[in-house]
Nanobody, 124 residues
Framework: VQLQASGGGLVQAGDSLRLSCAVS????????MAWFRQTPGKEREFVSI????????YYADSVQGRFIISRDNAKNMVSLQMNSLKLEDTAVYYC??????????????????WGQGTQVTVSS
């Protein structure tokens, strides 16, 4: 399975960005998809997850109410709409394919494939 993340960039606080992740080479629609993020010197942290059907979605407390995850199983794509961006959202964002169809498993080890990451920088 190959994942290609895109959509990162430099924005100002309060702006919006939409990240996309195109998935190829695997059975996309059968598995949950997630976004993680990482800043230098810190562990990669969970941001959001969506189950295989797109019905169940979970968010980290830090992004709840500002970020929206979605997926298009016909296009093998998952997206992350990021609104009201804050300085602390600055990170490299990674999409990942879960080993499971449900959205309850959110540890890094629960994910079998990762994209290359896309940089999001929020300035004041």
């Amino acid at each position: 399975v190959q994942l290609q993340a895109s959509g990162g960039g430099l924005v100002q606080a309060g702006d919006s960005l939409r990240l996309s992740c195109a998935v190829s080479g695997g059975l996309f629609r059968g598995y949950a998809m997630a976004w993680f993020r990482q800043t230098p010197g810190k562990e990669r942290e969970f941001v959001s997850i969506i189950n295989s059907s797109g019905v169940r979605k979970y968010y980290a407390d830090s992004v709840q109410g500002r970020f929206i995850i979605s997926r298009d199983n016909a296009k093998n794509m998952v997206s992350l709409q990021m609104n009201s961006l804050k300085l602390e959202d600055t990170a490299v964002y990674y999409c990942a394919v879960s080993r499971f169809s449900g959205a309850e498993r959110r540890r890094k080890d629960d994910f079998v494939s990762w994209g290359q990451g896309t940089q999001v920088t929020v300035s004041s």
